[in-house]
């Protein structure tokens, strides 16, 4: 019975890690990349021209990212 509640506690502490990481990058990454692929192609179909589209698109993902960091930096 004790091994089985030992078990129990290491899935439960392993779960919680994968769940961090998930979050993390999702948080980090994911959410900024999609914001600049919205604003990048949302300013290709306002025919903004292709360059003027990357530059929105990589200053939103940095401005994202770092609203990001900033938010979730008490974690």
């Known amino acids: 019975m004790a091994d089985d509640t030992i078990e129990r506690v290491h899935d439960a502490e392993e779960h919680r ?4 990481a998930i979050m993390k990058a999702s948080t ?3 959410v900024p990349f999609s914001m600049a692929l ?4 949302t300013s290709l179909v306002m025919a903004n021209g292709v ?4 530059v929105l698109g990589v200053a939103v993902y940095v401005f994202a990212h770092v ?9």
């Open 17 to 20: 890690k994968s769940y961090n």
């Open 28 to 30: 980090e990454i994911g």
């Open 38 to 41: 919205a604003s990048f192609f």
């Open 51 to 54: 360059l003027l589209s990357i």
């Open 67 to 75: 609203v990001v960091k900033v938010f979730f930096s008490h974690h």
